[in-house]
């Protein structure tokens, strides 16, 4: 069963949140992380702040051509992501926190994507393009995770 306007506005404001969580922690590791290890890592990071960024334009576009409110800071509930780890030199801390946040990404826009099957074309199509990307992140990642812990 399809959702409704008013659910499909929530859910893409969910997964606004999401990405502008993921900004923030995302600059925030790539400026924290310490260490010759930490390099590649943050490189990655410092990159995919942008696409993540443009991730949220999009949505928010969306949600007001659907009708809805961008909702501001204040109206947004954060932390429901792995926090950056204080120890500065914690790679791989930092890795699994990419991967978690990823996989949420990946897991909420597939609801999104079931939510407007055969009702909401366009949203179902952002939503399978912003999957992409961030199974593209995912995969990068995990690669990551092998390496540091092989």
Same mark, same amino acid.
Request: hydrophobic share 40%; net charge negative.
């Given at each position: ?27 925030? $590791?790539?400026?924290?992380?310490? #260490? ?6 943050? &490189? ?14 999009? !949505?928010?576009?969306?949600?007001? $051509? ?36 990823? $996989? ?13 099957? #055969? ?6 199509? !952002?939503?399978?393009?912003? !999957? ?13 995770? &092998?390496?540091?812990?092989?």
């Amino acid at each position: 069963m399809a959702a409704s306007r008013e659910e499909i506005i929530q859910l893409l404001t969910t997964a606004y949140r999401m990405e502008l969580e993921t900004v923030m922690n995302y600059i925030s $590791q790539s400026i924290n992380l310490d #260490g010759v290890r930490a390099e590649e890592i943050k &490189k990655s990071l410092a990159g995919d702040v942008a696409e993540e960024t443009m991730h949220a334009t999009l !949505l928010g576009k969306r949600i007001k $051509q659907l009708g809805g409110f961008i909702p501001g800071s204040a109206d947004l509930e954060f932390g429901s992501q792995i926090q950056p780890s204080k120890k500065t030199t914690d790679v791989v801390a930092a890795i699994k926190a990419v991967i978690d946040a990823e $996989q949420k990404a990946c897991d909420h826009y597939k609801a999104v994507i079931r939510a407007t099957d #055969g009702e909401d074309y366009v949203t179902q199509d !952002l939503c399978i393009r912003l !999957l992409s990307d961030e199974e593209e992140h995912l995969i990068l990642f995990q690669g990551f995770l &092998k390496e540091y812990e092989g």
